[in-house]
């Protein structure tokens, strides 16, 4: 069981970052990877959500239409094309797999079984 994340970093606002999520065939075999993060002081939120079977995406209002969740299966790897960053984006963004469904209010609950150790993303000027 592994989940290793990629890609963070030192960005100004308005700019762009792709993480990346390679997971073990095992953990890409639930039913869906998501990334999540956690700014200093903060709680925990889901940020993006993709079903690994049929491709259904699940999105927090506050990333909606500037970041895009995507995967291929081949690689067993899940990528979050962040676009138009924000300081408020700055935290340590996790990718975990388990199970992501709509709450019916626009964004989505989960149920995760295991997680990556994070990797950082600050948008900075």
């Known amino acids: 069981v592994q989940l290793v994340e990629s890609g963070g970093g030192l960005v100004q606002p308005g700019g762009s970052l792709r993480l990346s999520c390679a997971a073990s065939?095992?953990?890409?075999?639930?039913?869906?990877i998501g990334w999540f993060r956690q700014a200093p002081g903060k709680e925990r939120e889901g940020v993006s959500c993709i079903s690994t079977s049929d491709g259904t995406t699940y999105y927090a209002d506050s990333v909606k239409g500037r970041f895009t969740i995507s995967r291929d299966n081949a690689k067993n790897t899940v990528y979050l094309q962040m676009n138009s960053l924000k300081p408020e984006d700055t935290a340590v963004y996790y990718c975990a797999s388990g199970a992501c469904y709509s709450d019916f209010f626009g964004g989505f609950n989960y149920g995760m079984d295991y997680w990556g150790k994070g990797t950082l993303v600050t948008v900075s000027s």
């Open positions: 065939a095992f953990t890409f075999d639930n039913d869906a």
